[in-house]
């Protein structure tokens, strides 16, 4: 299989992720939801696939720094797509949460510093990290995260379109 095939798979899992990564924004969170579990599980498999994508494509520019943000960001996606909970006392999800947020931090800074391609998906990632912490520091977490998730799923839409158009 040529890679062009694989980068236009993992574009279409990008896009899948983050358009649902927006709409589960404006979703209210309910426990033990089946329903719920299973549509967030979609999002975050597909938010994994689609972040392995955009990795890929530019891999040997992000050099040792990338693909270190990449694996942290990976494992905080994946930490999130179990059951939530705690373990150890530690709740898991809020840990996950934070890993991707340093992952996709330290990623799309060195993304941006070595101009490894589209910077649109990069600088709204920074950008949703940037609304999460100055809202919560201002007293409005719940709404900053949601703001967050909306621009977080949208890097993905542009992630997955720059997989798209890559010859």
Sequence with gaps: MKFEQIARFFGYQAIAGGVARVASSFIPWSPN????????????????????????????????????????????????????????????????VAIIALGIGVFSINFLLRGAGSMLAPVIWLFSIVAVIFGAAAGFADQAFAVGGVFFGFGFIFAGRSLLQKP
Aim: a negative charge.
């Design 33 to 96: 939801n089946d329903w719920l579990e299973a549509f967030y599980f979609f999002v975050d498999i597909n938010l994994l696939f689609g972040l392995t994508g955009f990795y890929l494509a530019s891999a040997e520019r992000l050099g040792r720094t990338g693909f270190t943000a990449f694996l942290i960001a990976a494992t905080g996606i994946v930490l999130i797509i179990g059951p939530d909970g705690k373990s150890f006392g530690v709740d898991i999800y809020q840990a996950g």
